[in-house]
T-cell receptor
């Protein structure tokens, strides 16, 4: 079955530091890949996505590239802000069939950014 | 465009009771998925409904059930509540076709506490 593995957290950084959160996956076929972010007391917000190999998703300074050869989708940001403090989830979805409506999530990585 | 609306935001129930949670998807979206989020198990898929039919189901006991109405609104029900059912329940809305690349829009969740 599908699975997603994220780097162990929590991650603590100073403002303006470089961020990398690693994500690798196991899946059948050609999944779409996502990063979601969850702020305290809220639901999940889609941060970025990529739907095929070598696609780069980007949003709000965050980027991730779909690497089929290494089955990875690492999240990066060049300069983090205090407001980026949240929990980040890597996820994948397959098309149709037994995958309808189903996202498979990693365990989440807590990011804390200090001023 | 209104987002995904989940009600209520918070619930406290006693062991053995039952509970019903509601989710209204984005207008025009025909698919609603439900997830359970706990600190120990992370985000787990419960089920997905499309056009009033359950198309997919996760590995949860029969105490967890759902339905979808003709206006795409969905409810999930948990009967005979157990302490372990305490969690954040999230629903996600999507157009519902067979593609996997559109991403899913989540509501803010219902925080259920079983005492």
């Amino acid at each position: 079955g599908n699975s997603v593995t994220q780097m162990e957290g929590p991650v603590t950084l100073s403002e303006e530091a470089f961020l990398t959160i690693n994500c690798t996956y196991t899946a059948t076929g050609y999944p779409s890949l996502f990063w979601y972010v969850q702020y305290p007391g809220e639901g999940l917000q889609l941060l970025l996505k990529a739907t095929k190999a070598d696609d780069k998703g980007s949003n709000k300074g965050f980027e991730a590239t779909y690497r089929k050869e290494t089955t990875s989708f690492h999240l990066e940001k060049g300069s983090v802000q205090v407001s980026d403090s949240a929990v980040y989830f890597c996820a994948l979805a397959n098309a149709g069939g037994t995958s309808y409506g189903k996202l498979t999530f990693g365990q989440g990585t807590i990011l804390t950014v200090h001023p | 465009k209104a987002g995904v609306t989940q009600t209520p935001r918070y619930l406290i129930k006693t062991r053995g009771q039952q509970v019903t949670l509601s989710c209204s998807p984005i207008s025009g979206h025909r698919s609603v998925s439900w997830y359970q989020q706990t600190p120990g198990q992370g985000l787990q898929f419960l089920f997905e409904y499309f056009s009033e039919t359950q198309r997919n189901k996760g590995n949860f006991p029969g105490r967890f059930s759902g339905r979808q109405f003709s206006n795409s609104r969905s409810e999930m029900n948990v009967s005979t509540l157990e302490l372990g059912d305490s969690a954040l329940y999230l629903c996600a809305s999507s157009p519902g076709d067979s593609r996997a690349n559109y991403g899913y829009t989540f509501g803010s969740g219902t925080r259920l506490t079983v005492v």
